[in-house]
């Protein structure tokens, strides 16, 4: 258990749905970033969040949105699904630049 | 904008033997460099990382790293392979500048193990 949470770890939903992911960091850290990794991409930074208030985007685009909370936990919210969105996401969390990440578990969206 | 190369996209080895993981990175300033592993249906794990200082790295699991500025290259590198290591590894570069930590990471290297 890296103490990075990560739920649900498995979701299946259809195309043009809306989908909610949720990421508990590990204790005393306060950064969160969500990432988003599949075969022709690779592992793509989507969005950081740092104490609540967003660090710095990537490649995520118009559909997904983020938030994280007083408590530091964080969602990821992903609509208008397309198939191409299938893919796992991760959450990972550090306590200070250049610490290296601690990464969750994944969560594996699959879009019908 | 800063990138990592791995250029090995597999790596076969049989157990016991010796094992090295190529990554190139682009960077202009000093960059932080990371080595995660990857086993299946996991996260990524944090084996080594570098800074500064001794350009050698010892990491988790036996595994040692070793920056050469000169090449721009960032080797992980392991004497003896045990059939557990087989899994996916990432070379990751990434800097602090204007605050926001964020690191590249390279496409991956999959590592099959022989028994």
């Known amino acids: 258990d890296s103490g990075v949470t990560q739920t649900p770890k498995h979701l299946i939903t259809a195309t043009g749905q809306r989908v909610t992911l949720r990421c508990s960091p590990r204790?005393?850290?306060?950064?969160v970033y969500w990432y988003q990794q599949s075969l022709d991409q690779g592992l793509q930074f989507l969005i950081q969040?740092?104490?609540?208030?967003e660090r710095a985007k990537g490649n995520i685009l118009e559909r997904f949105s983020a938030q994280q909370f007083p408590d530091l936990h964080s969602e990821l919210n992903l609509s208008s699904l397309e198939l191409g969105d299938s893919a796992l996401y991760f959450c990972?969390?550090?306590w200070g630049t250049g610490n290296g990440y601690t990464f969750g578990s994944g969560t594996r969206l699959t879009v019908v | 904008a800063q990138s990592v190369t791995q250029p090995d996209i597999h790596i076969t080895v049989s157990e016991g033997a010796s094992l090295e993981l190529r990554c190139n990175y682009s960077y202009g300033a000093t960059p932080y460099l990371f080595w995660y592993v990857q086993s299946p249906g996991q996260g990524l794990q944090l084996l080594l990382k570098?800074?500064?200082?001794?350009?050698l790295v010892q990491g988790i699991k036996g595994f040692e790293a070793e920056f050469k500025r000169s090449q721009s290259s960032f080797n992980l590198r392991k004497p003896s392979v045990h059939w557990s290591d087989a899994a996916e590894y990432f070379c990751?570069?990434?800097?602090?500048?204007?605050?926001?930590?964020?690191?590249?990471f390279g496409r991956g290297t999959s590592l099959i193990v022989h028994p």
């Open positions: 969040y740092y104490n609540g208030e």
């Open positions: 990972a969390s550090t």
């Open positions: 990751a570069v990434g800097d602090a500048s204007g605050g926001s930590y964020i690191p590249t």
């Open positions: 570098y800074f500064s200082g001794d350009t």
């Open positions: 204790s005393g850290d306060l950064s």
